[in-house]
T-cell receptor, first 114, second 115 residues
Framework: GNSVTQMEGPVTLSEEAFLTINCTYTATGYPSLFWYVQYPGEGLQLLLKATKADDKGSNKGFEATYRKETTSFHLEKGSVQVSDSAVYFCAPPCVTGANSKLTFGKGITLSVRP | GAVVSQHPSWVICKSGTSVKIECRSLDFQATTMFWYRQFPKQSLMLMATSNEGSKATYEQGVEKDKFLINHASLTLSTLTVTSAHPEDSSFYIC???????????FGQGTRLTVV
């Protein structure tokens, strides 16, 4: 089946620091990959996605590249802001077909200090 | 993007009452919806897969008689927490996918507090 392994948290950074959150996956084929974010007091929302190998997803200064050779989809941002403080979830690939079931890992809590 | 609407956003109820939570896909049809539970400072836990026109599929450890799921139409799934008790207090979230290999869209979540 499809699954992800996400690095352990929490992560605390100073503003403008570089961020990397590791995520590796196992999957059959090359399905889409997703990063979701949950800001304090809010529900989950899609942060970015990549639909095929070597594709790069980007949004709000965050980037993640779908690397099939290392089976990774690490989330990066060059300069984090206090407003980036949230919980980040690397979602396993959706299974192909009519139904997609997402089983989330623990998520990583990012705290950015001013 | 697609919209999934969940109602109510929060509910407080007395111990022993049943609470119904609705999940609607507003601009697409969803033969399958998913129900999650999230405890404070923890990740989402998949509770069950709601299937339109058939029985829901429950994850291991989730009591089907406690968490009743009804997926009566292609745009509506309901989760009923029967005889709720304080330990059922949690944040419940639904999701649905508008198509094959697409991202999931989540409801706003429902904060259930049982007193």
């Amino acid at each position: 089946g499809n699954s992800v392994t996400q690095m352990e948290g929490p992560v605390t950074l100073s503003e403008e620091a570089f961020l990397t959150i590791n995520c590796t996956y196992t999957a059959t084929g090359y399905p889409s990959l997703f990063w979701y974010v949950q800001y304090p007091g809010e529900g989950l929302q899609l942060l970015l996605k990549a639909t095929k190998a070597d594709d790069k997803g980007s949004n709000k200064g965050f980037e993640a590249t779908y690397r099939k050779e290392t089976t990774s989809f690490h989330l990066e941002k060059g300069s984090v802001q206090v407003s980036d403080s949230a919980v980040y979830f690397c979602a396993p690939p959706c299974v192909t077909g009519a139904n997609s079931k997402l089983t989330f890992g623990k998520g990583i809590t990012l705290s950015v200090r001013p | 993007g697609a919209v999934v609407s969940q109602h109510p956003s929060w509910v407080i109820c007395k111990s022993g009452t049943s609470v119904k939570i609705e999940c609607r896909s507003l601009d697409f049809q969803a033969t399958t919806m998913f129900w999650y539970r999230q405890f404070p400072k923890q990740s989402l836990m998949l509770m069950a897969t709601s299937n339109e026109g058939s029985k829901a599929t429950y994850e291991q450890g989730v009591e089907k008689d406690k968490f009743l799921i009804n997926h009566a139409s292609l745009t509506l799934s309901t989760l009923t927490v029967t005889s709720a008790h304080p330990e059922d207090s949690s944040f419940y979230i639904c999701s649905a996918n508008p198509g094959v290999n697409t991202e999931a869209f989540f409801g706003q979540g429902t904060r259930l507090t049982v007193v």
